[in-house]
């Protein structure tokens, strides 16, 4: 059998920071869990999650045929939070991991080069070909599962993985291969009696422990869901416009986690990329090549809490530019700048009046319906007097009700 230590060096030489490994064995009890909670609603919004879909990704020999082990992996982005500007002009929030480009494109070339070198160094010890399918995100596998089998991590109450270390802020990956490996245990920490993260959720979106509903998830709203954010859920949202960490950053772990790596305390230190204690040391074998390859790290043009007046002044094509390699780009322009009108009503600053009014004549239905929203919900005469004449004008029907309901808040 092949040495699980030198595969494990090859992955911490690679950048990533955790590896283990478990069995290609089927996953049942996840198979029946993600089946219920489709059957309740609770993954309504995303019609790509089916229950067929779960028949594959909790199967792991579906996805390769003859698979053996899994080797799951994880990478940290718990960075330094780009300068937050401490002005009187509103701004929104950008989850972490949408600080830095889009993790995708940061974790395949490195799961290809995984790959290349584990059919170098298996040659040899297979009769047959090695096969292996590399997964990030995207793919049908369940990555948190396979994680926490393989003692990676452990579910949190958030449904999150929880990590030794880096706590949940962490991207998960998997190697899916026909090679037998020697696999690892779970490990039984668990959260205990503590439940912060239930409570914190401003949408009431984790109504149970392990149990998130989609359909209120604020990360789903700002990034997946394509039409109108629910009238009844968007005063929630403050002024989150890419995604929600909310049930991360209150986690005691995690807390543990930024605070050991200085990113709390002390705002000004450099993230350091020191494996913390308790978990396996990153071993760079001189022997092995390991090819240059992109780091995660926040980039100025998205920011964290960028202004948001200017982001409704966006064209198709600056939008594109200034979100060229980042996770925002998956909204596209309209989704975000549907979330940025959400914030601005919620901030309630009358200097968004001007630009909610341009708002209320752009060329998307979707970012004018909610313009009117966030200008009924400002309020004033010069918000009154612009969704009166944008009623005159405004042809599609559903901006029109969304106009009418701003009207009746205006005018209460
Ligand atoms: C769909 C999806 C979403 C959807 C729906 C979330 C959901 N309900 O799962 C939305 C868009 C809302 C979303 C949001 C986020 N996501 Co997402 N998402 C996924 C995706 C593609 C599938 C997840 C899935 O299978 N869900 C189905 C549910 C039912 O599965 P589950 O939550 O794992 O449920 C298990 C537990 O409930 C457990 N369980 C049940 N009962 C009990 C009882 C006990 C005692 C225990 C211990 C466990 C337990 O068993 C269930 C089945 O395994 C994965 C990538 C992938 N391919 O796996 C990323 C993934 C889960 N997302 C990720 C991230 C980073 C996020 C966000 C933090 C992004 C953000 N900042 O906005 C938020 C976090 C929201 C949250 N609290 O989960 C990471 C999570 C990394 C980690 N450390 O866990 C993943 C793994 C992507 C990746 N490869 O890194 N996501």
């Known amino acids: 059998m092949l040495n699980p230590t030198t595969i494990k060096e090859y992955a911490y030489a690679l950048g990533f ?48 045929s003859g698979a053996q082990s899994i080797i799951t992996l994880a990478m940290f982005y718990l960075t330094q939070q780009p300068d937050e500007a401490q002005d009187n002009v509103p701004r929104g929030r950008i989850s972490r991991y949408a600080w830095g480009d889009d993790y995708h494109e940061i974790i395949k070339p490195r799961l290809q080069q995984f790959a290349t070198w584990l059919r170098e160094y298996a040659r040899g010890e297979m009769s047959n070909d090695m096969e292996t399918r590399l997964f990030v995100d995207t793919g049908r596998m369940v990555d948190r599962a396979v994680a926490q089998r393989a003692g990676l991590g452990w579910y949190g109450k958030n449904t999150n993985i929880l990590t030794k270390g880096w706590g949940s ?9 026909n090679l037998p490996l020697q696999s690892d245990d779970a490990i039984k920490t668990s959260c205990g009696s503590c439940e912060i993260c239930l409570h914190a959720c401003p949408t009431s979106a984790l109504p149970a422990p392990y149990v998130l509903d989609n359909t209120r998830c604020i990360s789903f709203l700002t990034i997946e869901l394509r039409g109108s954010i629910p009238l009844e859920l968007r005063p929630l949202m403050g002024n989150l416009i890419f995604g929600c960490d909310i049930c991360q950053e209150v986690c005691p772990v995690n807390k543990v986690a930024e605070k050991r790596l200085g990113l709390r305390g002390n705002p000004k230190t450099q993230p350091i990329t020191l494996q913390a204690e308790g978990v396996e040391q990153p071993v760079t074998t001189k022997a092995l090549p390991i090819l240059p390859q992109k780091a995660f790290r926040p980039r100025e043009t998205v920011g964290s809490n960028p202004e948001l007046i200017p982001l409704l002044s966006l064209t198709e094509e600056q939008f594109r530019e200034r979100f060229r390699h980042s996770p925002i780009r998956r909204t596209k322009r309209r989704g975000l700048l549907r979330n940025v009108c959400v914030a601005l009503g919620n901030c309630g600053d009358q200097q968004a009046v001007p630009a909610l009014i341009g708002a209320l004549h752009d060329h998307e239905p979707l970012v004018r319906g909610h313009a009117a929203w966030a200008l009924g919900r400002i309020n004033g005469e010069q918000a009154k007097q612009a969704l009166q004449a944008a009623l005159l004008t405004e042809e599609d029907k559903e901006v029109q009700q969304e106009i009418r309901c701003a009207l009746a808040a205006v005018l209460a």
Do not use: N, Y
């Not at 283990?20 to 609770?42: C, F, M, N, S, Y």
């Not at 019609?47 to 390769?64: G, I, K, M, N």
């Not at 998960?172 to 291969?177: C, D, Q, R, S």
């Open 169 to 177: 802020w962490v991207f998960l990956a998997e190697i899916v291969t």
């Open 17 to 64: 920071d955790i590896a283990r490994i478990t069995t290609a064995d089927a996953l049942p009890e996840t198979e029946r869990v993600i089946k219920e909670r489709i059957a309740q609603g609770l993954m309504d919004g995303l019609p790509w999650f089916t229950a067929e879909r779960t028949e594959v990704s909790c199967h792991p020999d579906a996805l390769l």
